[in-house]
């Protein structure tokens, strides 16, 4: 995948920011994060719809992270979570939004405390208590022993 | 890419509910990606974090007017209990790279060190910012044929490292290993996660 065009200075490097209209989400704001699983939730597209929506639409035919469909369609996230964005508002793609809550850096000093949110940043959801969930994850590794 | 099919394992098992991340750290050429491809259940795939051009150093390379630069960041993916799905990120230790780090490691559960011990001071950085940003960590030394053979005691005041934090050593490119030294990291924010209840 990093084999595919130049990193900068190429047509890549512009045209996604085209696709998105110039969005890539606010520098601030908390954006989808590179582990949220999205899948297609099978509504008919439009036909008229811009091909860079369809591609991710026939991507997410299974569920995938954000990360991975930026890495499957060789689009940056920024990119990828502007689109995919559009995609859940209009009800194409659902997502499941990281679990547990992890770590949470202290904020930037220069961030004002209440700025600009990106459309849909989904709250890490609740369904595991942290060492419940910590508990899982290590059941689950020793399996793999 | 548009004939992928569930059967070619590329998509995450329909049964699972959500998905949890670690970060894997360490500078360019301690194992990362090694590890990453030795547990992941599919072949490490690669994405990019963008930092703003506040965060980068006067030697990158910035053109006028490119407010932002991007850090190539290998993932992989195991599929846990059927119904959780951890991703492990490669995030590479320089400090130019640190402004990347905030928005990986938000809501990460922890984080692997990977320390060569040919190069301890490469290190430096990585185990740093996670001590800044106070993120639980293990470190785990990647054994390479010809590293030095240094005890444990060497390696800790070496890395300068908090009596609380675990050092344990691992071949990355062996899967019992490398679970092993993720198990290790799991148990250790067990622990953490259970002091701060306490």
């Known amino acids: 995948m990093s084999s595919q065009g130049s990193r900068a200075g190429g047509p890549r490097a512009v045209r996604p920011y085209v696709i998105t209209g110039g969005r ?15 899948v297609a939730s ?30 499957h369609l060789g689009q940056p996230p920024t990119i990828v979570r502007v689109l995919l964005c559009d995609l859940i ?25 209440q700025g600009p949110v990106a459309a849909h ?5 609740r369904t595991y208590d942290e060492q419940d969930l910590l508990r899982k994850v290590l059941h689950g590794l020793e399996d793999r022993i | ?58 030697d990158t390379p910035v053109s006028p007017g490119k407010t932002t630069t991007t850090v190539a960041l290998d993932f992989g993916r195991i599929t846990l209990d059927g119904d959780l799905v951890l991703y492990l990120f490669g995030t590479p230790g320089q400090q130019r790279f640190l402004p990347a780090w905030r928005e990986l490691a938000r809501g990460s559960l922890g984080a692997l060190a990977l320390v060569d011990t040919r190069d301890l001071e490469a290190s ?31 390696l800790r005041e070496a890395l300068d490292l908090l009596p609380r934090t675990p050092l344990v050593h691992c071949d990355a490119r062996e899967h019992r290993s490398s679970v092993k030294a993720l198990i ?5 924010l067990i622990d953490t996660a259970s002091e701060r209840t306490r």
């Not at chain 1, 439009?46 to 930026?70: D, F, N, T, W």
């Not at chain 2, 990606?33 to 690669?46: A, Q």
């Not at chain 2, 044929?145 to 240094?150: A, I, L």
């Open chain 1, 24 to 38: 890539s989400g606010t520098p601030d704001a908390e954006p989808l994060p590179l582990e949220t699983l999205v």
């Open chain 1, 42 to 71: 099978g509504l008919q597209l439009p036909g008229e719809l811009q091909p860079e929506y369809r591609r991710i639409v026939e991507l997410c035919q299974g569920m995938l992270s954000v990360a991975e469909v930026g890495a």
């Open chain 1, 89 to 113: 508002e209009s009800g194409h793609i659902r997502f499941r939004p990281p679990v547990g809550l992890g770590y949470i850096p202290p904020r930037p000093h220069h961030t004002p405390p």
């Open chain 1, 121 to 125: 940043p989904p709250s890490p959801q």
């Open chain 2, 1 to 58: 890419m548009a004939s992928k099919t569930a059967s070619d394992g590329v998509y995450v098992s329909s049964g699972v509910t959500g998905a949890a991340k670690i970060l894997v750290v360490g500078p360019m050429g301690v194992g990362k990606t090694t590890l990453i491809g030795t547990v992941s259940e599919i072949k490490p795939l690669s994405t990019e974090a963008v930092m703003t051009r506040a965060g980068a150093l006067a």
């Open chain 2, 124 to 154: 430096f950085d990585s185990i740093g910012h996670l001590e800044d940003l106070d993120m639980p960590f293990t470190v785990a030394v990647n054994s390479f044929p010809d590293s030095p053979d240094h005890g444990e005691a060497e």
């Open chain 2, 184 to 188: 290790s990291l799991i148990t250790h």
